[in-house]
């Protein structure tokens, strides 16, 4: 089965624009959740999709979004961007019966640069 | 205001030692994992742990839930093991520890 892909790798982007990064999860997974993580804050939880319906999220603002198709694939949304954003984002994969109480499948991760 | 705390937050060994991660945390959990992170950023999930103790093959975890504290523990210790090492907990979101960075020198 393939692991989990994220799409693109590396970003460079400046203050104010919008990001759109996406997500496939593997094959049967219908859980997808995406983590930031930084140097000085560590891994945080953004947000959880299942079956195209956000089932947890975590204390981002609201330029944050997210957004999961019927094929499970997952997108996250970053507007007006901020010098903070930059990260490496993460997405992770699991069956989705029980949230949390699954091990979860990372992708490689998405690196973004906010100039 | 830490739900999850670790520490060490740096380990040096020597190849053959024994190791020792510990993880508390302080809010209502569902389960708790152990996530390996390699230079580069992939991360991998070591075990997932509602109760008591998991093995897979040099790696052990372990759980007490009365006292909402967890070990990982690696017997042997190999260059090859050096890593990151995330301590995370599932209650109604994930909580992440801040990290062990473990350097196992041959």
């Known amino acids: 089965k393939a692991g989990v892909t994220q799409t693109p790798r590396y970003l460079i982007k400046t203050r104010g624009q919008q990001v759109t990064l996406s997500c496939s999860p593997i094959?049967?997974?219908?859980?997808v959740s995406w983590y930031q993580q930084t140097p000085g804050q560590g891994l945080q939880f953004l947000f959880e999709y299942f079956s195209e319906t956000q089932r947890n999220k975590g204390n981002f603002p609201g330029r944050f979004s997210g957004r999961q198709f019927s094929n499970s694939r997952s997108e996250m949304n970053v507007s007006t961007l901020e010098l903070g954003d930059s990260a490496l984002y993460l997405c992770?994969?699991?069956?989705?019966?029980?949230?949390?109480?699954?091990?979860?499948?990372f992708g490689p991760g998405t690196r973004l640069l906010v100039l | 205001k830490n739900e999850v705390e670790q520490s060490p937050q740096n380990l040096t060994a020597q190849e053959g030692e024994f190791i020792t991660i510990n993880c508390s945390y302080s809010?209502?959990?569902?389960?708790l994992h152990w996530l390996q992170q390699h230079p580069g950023g992939g991360i991998v999930s070591l075990f997932m742990?509602?109760?008591g103790k998991k093995k897979h093959g040099r790696l052990i975890a372990t759980i007490n839930i009365q006292e909402k504290h967890s070990s990982l523990h690696i017997t042997a210790s190999h260059p090859r093991d050096s890593a990151v090492y995330i301590c995370a907990v599932t209650g109604n979101q994930f909580y992440f520890g801040t990290g062990t960075s473990l350097t196992v020198i041959p």
């Open positions: 992770a994969s699991s069956l989705g019966v029980a949230s949390g109480l699954e091990t979860q499948y």
């Open positions: 809010v209502g959990i569902s389960a």
């Open positions: 742990l509602s109760s």
């Open positions: 094959s049967g997974h219908r859980s």
